[in-house]
């Protein structure tokens, strides 16, 4: 079975604080995904990753960037977390960017912003 | 733009009853369409998916999709509903020339009543 897991499930952090989420795959997965989840507005995109050091915007990429130093971890990062940002943060890999290849999602990180 | 859209944000059944839940997509040349469910504190996991093959598709836990070209419409159904199918329900659509990049509905909260 395919495994994604975050570092944590639940994380609270004062605003202007810098926030590292953590990603990790154990499928050998070339791509990765980190999205936001939000009540009403279902998942957004946030960043993607095709390949190591490689990494493209989504949909909502400011105020974060990402990492991507081996193909098995992808970082998400807020340089200066904000009230804003707090969310619920889900990692997706996916083996090939085939049309119909699926999405296999860790079970979120809850992040609160005070 | 390319979007999906589930006009229903929530929706309630009883036990034993027929399950629907509907979604609509923007027309495209192909498309992929997926639905995802999500537990509570859980990450998403693939239902079924339709990538242009039998337009029935069957999933898992006994839901069904029918893909319909003309009527632009996947909707997720189920013969009966069981207390354990309670969750939140995404459908997904990846288009043509979008690479890995997937567009989600902004999801349907199913209740099931004893």
């Known amino acids: 079975d395919v495994k994604v897991t975050q570092s944590s499930r639940y994380l609270v952090k004062r605003t202007g604080e810098k926030v590292f989420l953590e990603c990790v795959q154990d499928m050998d997965h070339e791509n990765m995904f980190w999205y936001r989840q939000d009540p009403g507005l279902g998942l957004r995109l946030i960043y993607f990753?095709?390949?190591?050091?490689?990494?493209e915007k989504g949909d909502i990429p400011e105020g974060y960037s990402v990492s991507r130093e081996k193909k098995e971890r992808f970082s998400l990062i807020l340089e200066s977390a904000s009230t804003n940002q707090t969310s619920m943060y889900l990692c997706?890999?996916?083996?090939?960017?085939?049309?119909?290849?699926?999405?296999?999602f860790g079970p979120g990180t809850r992040l609160t912003v005070t | 733009a390319q979007s999906v859209t589930q006009l229903d944000s929530h929706v309630s059944v009883s036990e034993g009853t027929p399950v629907l839940l509907r979604c609509n997509y923007s027309s495209s040349y192909s498309p992929s369409l997926f639905w995802y469910v999500q537990h509570p504190n859980k990450g998403l996991q693939l239902l079924l998916k339709y990538t242009s093959a039998a337009t029935l598709v069957k999933g898992i836990n006994g839901f069904e999709a029918e893909f319909k070209k003309s009527e632009t419409s996947f909707h997720l159904t189920k013969p009966s509903a069981h207390m354990s199918d309670a969750a939140e329900y995404f459908c997904v659509v990846r288009y043509t020339g979008a690479n890995s990049k997937l567009t989600f509905g902004k999801g349907i909260t199913l209740s099931v009543r004893p």
């Open positions: 990753s095709y390949d190591v050091k490689m990494k």
């Open positions: 997706a890999s996916s083996l090939i960017a085939g049309v119909s290849s699926e999405q296999y």
